[in-house]
Every structure is written in structure tokens, then in C-alpha cells.
Nanobody, 114 residues
Framework: QVQLVESGGGLVQPGGSLRLSCAAS????????MGWYRQAPGKQRELVAT???????RYADSVKGRFTISRDNAKNTVYLQMNRLEPEDTAVYYC????????WGQGIQVTVSS
């Protein structure tokens, strides 16, 4: 059974930082492309960042220079460091694992507000 468990969300003021974590089980983590997506109220789910098994990264234009995705294969965990957060970053953030099958976490709320 595949499980992706996100943690680290919450409420932060504009300009602040958060680090999301996603712990994976039930997959060969080191062989999987891992990603973070987000969905704001009334909007479609969108890609935030991905990292391949080789460590190549890809970011949405809106988060480039502010967010950093990384992975620790020894811990089966992917991270999303979010700096200089903006109100527009408010959304439910989802962890994704892709090993030619796609798996999703349950999502975690990030709210950027003063």
C-alpha cells in the first residue's frame, strides 16, 4: 500500500518561510519522480515543483527563486522549502510520486496571511 504523508503546513505571514515534508512508503522511492502540486480555492491543481530520481528539478515560474525542492532517498522523503511566501501561495499542497503510476498524498493547507 502506497502512502504519502505531508507535514509542515500552517499559517505564516507574508515574507515568511515554511518547509513541507512528504514521507513516502510502499514505493521504490529512489526510482520515483517526486513532486509538489497545489490547489487554491476555485482553481485547478497546478504544478509547483518536481525532482527526478537523478535530482533534476523543475519549478513553476511563480515560485522560481523562492521555493526549493529536494529529496533524501535514505529517508524516503521529499521536501519543499518555501521562502518569501506571498498571499497568492495560499493553497492546499499535495505531494505526488510517479513511478509510471501516479500517487497522491492527502494534501496539507498552507495559508499566507497577515
Amino acid at each position: 500500500q502506497v502512502q504519502l504523508v505531508e507535514s509542515g503546513g500552517g499559517l505564516v505571514q507574508p515574507g515568511g518561510s515554511l518547509r513541507l515534508s512528504c514521507a513516502a512508503s510502499g514505493i521504490i522511492f529512489s526510482d520515483s519522480t517526486m513532486g509538489w502540486y497545489r490547489q487554491a480555492p476555485g482553481k485547478q491543481r497546478e504544478l509547483v515543483a518536481t525532482i527526478t530520481r537523478g535530482g533534476s528539478t523543475r519549478y513553476a515560474d511563480s515560485v522560481k527563486g523562492r521555493f526549493t525542492i529536494s529529496r533524501d532517498n535514505a529517508k524516503n522523503t521529499v521536501y519543499l522549502q518555501m521562502n518569501r511566501l506571498e498571499p497568492e501561495d495560499t493553497a492546499v499542497y499535495y505531494c505526488n510520486a510517479d513511478d509510471d503510476r501516479s500517487f497522491w498524498g492527502q494534501g496539507i493547507q498552507v495559508t499566507v496571511s497577515s
